[in-house]
């Protein structure tokens, strides 16, 4: 089975552009998060979805951070317009609910702003 | 809300020799899971083992155990005869039982192995 597919692996743009991260979740599992990885402040929450619900946003930084889920198989995650601090690694991950609690985690996409 | 500690930002190690990484959590539930991650240089996240808290037998995989003291609310992960390609940043995590909430992470252990 494919795993979490995230895109694109790597971003650079600059400050004041728009950046869309696309998340593909495995096949069944009805539950997607999306986190921010700094040095500074490690792995944080930003927003989940149950049954493509979004149910908690509070991790999201500022206005500027959105996040949609239109139906089981895709996600964003839209900075508009992106900063400097933005700069960080975004993970996807889903899990199906009651099997375990693993999370299964995409391979992250690397956004830089200059 | 839970959180996760990790006190100890980087370990090392001799290849073949045996490591104990730390964790502790803070919470208030009685049922939940506990985590241990990987994250090497490729940064893909990499499940390396999972406890159920209703569980008092330790988890085991192959080379990895941990050791789960749900009093005194301690996670640790003891890896056995440390390979080189067990460098990297471990992570150890929490989740709700009810798991709608995701994982709650701690800052992370850098583990380095010494030829």
């Known amino acids: 089975d494919a795993g979490v597919i995230q895109s694109p692996r790597h971003e650079v743009t600059e400050m004041g552009q728009e950046v869309t991260l696309r998340c593909k979740p495995i096949?069944?599992?009805?539950?997607l998060f999306w986190y921010r990885q700094t040095m500074m402040r490690g792995l944080e929450l930003l927003i989940y979805?149950?049954?493509?619900?979004?149910?908690?946003d509070s991790g999201m930084p500022e206005d500027r951070f959105s996040a949609k889920m239109p139906n089981a198989s895709f996600s964003t995650l839209k900075i508009q317009p992106s900063e400097p601090r933005d700069s960080a690694v975004y993970f996807c991950?889903?899990?199906?609910?009651?099997?375990?609690?693993?999370?299964?985690f995409g391979e992250g996409s690397r956004l830089t702003v200059l | 809300a839970q959180t996760v500690t990790q006190s100890q930002p980087e370990m090392s190690v001799q290849e073949a020799e045996t490591v104990t990484l730390s964790c502790t959590y803070d919470t208030s539930e009685s049922d939940y899971y506990l985590f241990w991650y990987k994250q090497p240089p490729s940064r893909q996240m990499i499940l390396v083992i999972r406890?159920?808290?209703?569980?008092?037998q330790n988890a085991t995989e192959n080379r990895f155990s941990v050791n789960f003291q749900k009093a005194a609310k301690s996670f640790s992960l003891k890896i056995s005869d440390s390979q080189l390609g067990d460098a990297a940043m471990y992570f150890c995590a929490y989740r709700s039982e009810g798991g709608a909430d995701g994982l709650t992470f701690g800052k992370g252990t850098h583990l380095i192995i010494q030829p």
């Open positions: 991950a889903s899990s199906r609910r009651g099997r375990g609690g693993e999370l299964f």
């Open positions: 096949s069944g599992h009805n539950s």
């Open positions: 979805f149950n049954n493509n619900v979004p149910i908690d």
């Open positions: 406890q159920e808290a209703y569980k008092q």
